[in-house]
């Protein structure tokens, strides 16, 4: 904010430095200063480094607190951990030391207002002035921001503390496991009973830390979500409730809160068999138990992303469940693309398909003979009885109906593609201007390590064809190798030499082989190449010039062999 008006601001990154411009885009802190700097925080203070030294500003870029600092990081209740000379102490908001450098760890100051401390390579923890209430003699300790107590490892067994330092358990506990708080927190106690593990066993304990469910009661127990947890005995499985009370009866094969990478949803997905149920975060049926299988996906609506089901039941129909557990799709589609974070997708029905939003209105009609599209991309490709086009996600048509086949390019998945006609490749765009002729056999899209230009293959022929449609390799190789800058393999009649990026020869075609080491890989530049004539190696520079007449085989095979051998 300033004075006058409201103002927004946007981090922006480039040359690894970070910066930051205004709602109209104009620079308010230019790149390559700042090698990084933080979203703004409270009170208008952006943590940066700069030359090494982390240190804190505005967006004015007036220095709040000097950048002499080796770490620095954010706030938590009025006070920052910083570091110098190798330790660890405190800075308020002004700079000023308030807890000073000697400890051997970072941490922040949590909802006890505790920061865990380490001396020695021994835990525990203080206050805001530097007061130790749990004193620095143990093994290990944890907090959260959510838990108004502490944990505390002794001879490898942990216990609770309250925050003012006062033991609340004995050493007792091999383990203690939080629950899932928010996308940002984890819980002991607050969504549930507290998970513990003693000998092996599994209990759950209360606020009070007393035992609800006890120790060797199932076999398998996981942390409670929503109040609820699954449990496991004798190899079923089924969910109980914060009383310990069977909410559901511990019968099923299995039961788990589907995951995706590192989300984790509040519904339950239980199988029985080869069918599967999807129950909601309380544990009510939101299907039947005739689901066959599902992934987790998104949408984008008019506010924001969303999570959804997309699930198939066993008589095949497809539709989707809300992450909240609502059916938003009805089951009545043979296939539902996922949605991939758009608002649209292609959907089948009654064998024809179309295109229908993540409410399952139908945005166009199932008459086309396929469909199919790219992450990334705005628009889909269609298929009608041997042709293909492409549409937008309103089903407004892109591109004709005039060719066998269409791909986005990598480099431009919206504007480009390579399509096929009459047999025969080439590039246009999405006002079908021919960027890149229909007349090659193949066409290369995205190859991994490869060059920025497109391989095309012509009469069995090989080149390369920039992005712009100029020929930079013409059509005239049996193969052709690119992984430099500098030099390009080729091979015809099963000899092998190279040649510049201007086609000049450098090395004639007539060699049994031709090797080099991957720059990529030696993170060296290209300067030696090694050249297979009459069964033996010799070596030269990138203008062909010998360096050495005789190049042993054990050499050959110790830089070579791994290729070779493939071979």
């Not at 041997?386 to 504007?415: A, C």
């Not at 080491?517 to 070596?539: A, C, H, M, Q």
Request: aromatic content about 14%; hydrophobic content about 35%.
């Amino acid at each position: 904010m300033n004075s006058s008006e409201s103002q927004t601001y946007k981090r922006i990154s480039g040359n690894k430095t970070w910066g930051f411009v205004n709602q109209d885009g104009d620079t308010i802190i230019p790149l390559n200063k700042y090698k990084f700097l933080n979203p703004i925080g409270e009170e208008g203070m952006i943590l940066g480094e700069n030359n090494g030294k982390r240190g804190y500003i505005n967006i004015a870029q007036d220095t709040l607190i000097p950048f002499i600092y080796d770490d620095l990081s954010v706030f938590s209740h009025g006070l920052a951990p910083a570091k110098k000379n190798g330790k660890f102490g405190y800075i308020d908001r002004n700079g000023v030391v308030v807890i000073p450098f000697k400890y051997e760890n970072e941490s922040h100051f949590y909802k006890c207002k505790l920061a865990s401390a380490r001396l020695n390579g021994k835990y525990g923890f203080i206050d805001q002035k530097g007061n130790q209430v749990v004193p620095i003699k143990f093994e290990k300790v944890k907090s959260n921001k959510i838990d108004s107590f502490v944990c505390v490892m002794q001879n490898k067994k942990w216990a609770f503390f309250s925050c003012s330092g006062e033991q609340l358990t004995d050493f007792d506990f091999d383990k203690i496991t939080e629950s899932y708080y928010d996308d940002r927190n984890y819980t002991y106690f607050k969504r549930g009973l507290c998970r513990v593990e003693k000998n092996g066993k599994i209990a759950y304990l209360n606020e009070d830390f007393k035992e609800v469910v006890n120790f060797g009661t199932y076999d398998a127990a996981e942390p409670f979500r929503n109040y609820l947890a699954i449990v496991a005995k004798n190899g079923k499985y089924g969910i109980i409730d914060t009383l310990g009370n069977v909410i559901l009866p511990i019968k099923y094969d299995f039961i788990e809160h589907p995951t995706e990478y590192s989300n984790e949803s509040d519904l339950f997905a239980v199988k029985k068999g080869k069918n599967i149920q999807l129950l909601s975060k309380s544990a009510n049926p939101i299907t039947d138990f005739d689901i066959k299988e599902f992934e987790w996906d998104s949408y984008k609506n008019e506010i924001s992303h969303q999570r959804y089901f997309l699930t198939t039941k066993s008589n095949g129909m497809v539709g989707t469940v809300s992450d909240k557990g609502n059916v938003e799709i009805p089951f009545e589609y043979l296939k539902i693309e996922p949605f991939d974070g758009k608002k649209v997708t292609y959907a089948k029905q009654n064998g024809k398909y179309g295109l229908i939003d993540y409410k399952g209105k139908v945005i166009l009609p199932f008459k086309y003979d396929n469909a199919y599209s790219q992450k990334l991309t705005k628009h889909f490709v269609f298929k009608e009885v041997d042709k293909v086009g492409i549409l937008d996600e309103m089903g407004k048509q892109i591109v004709s109906f005039s060719y066998q086949d269409i791909t986005p390019v990598h480099y431009d998945r919206n504007n480009k593609f390579i399509v096929q006609q009459n047999g025969l490749f080439g590039i246009i765009d999405k006002n079908e201007n021919v960027i890149i002729p229909i007349e090659f056999n193949e066409i290369s899209n995205w190859v991994e390590y490869g060059p920025t230009e497109h391989f095309v293959t012509k009469n069995a022929k090989k080149g390369l064809i920039s992005r712009e449609g100029e020929i930079v390799i013409p059509t005239e190789y049996d193969e052709i190798w690119v992984d430099n800058s500098k030099l390009i393999k080729v091979k015809n009649n099963k000899l092998y030499g190279t040649i510049d990026w201007n086609n000049n020869l450098v090395h004639p075609i007539k060699y049994e082989e031709v090797l080099w080491e991957w720059p990529y890989l030696t993170n060296k530049p290209l300067d030696t190449i090694y050249v297979k004539d009459n069964g033996r190696y010799f070596s030269t520079d990138l203008q062909g010039k010998i360096l050495e007449q005789n190049v042993s085989n054990k050499l050959i095979d110790e830089k070579f062999g791994y290729i070779l051998d493939y071979r």
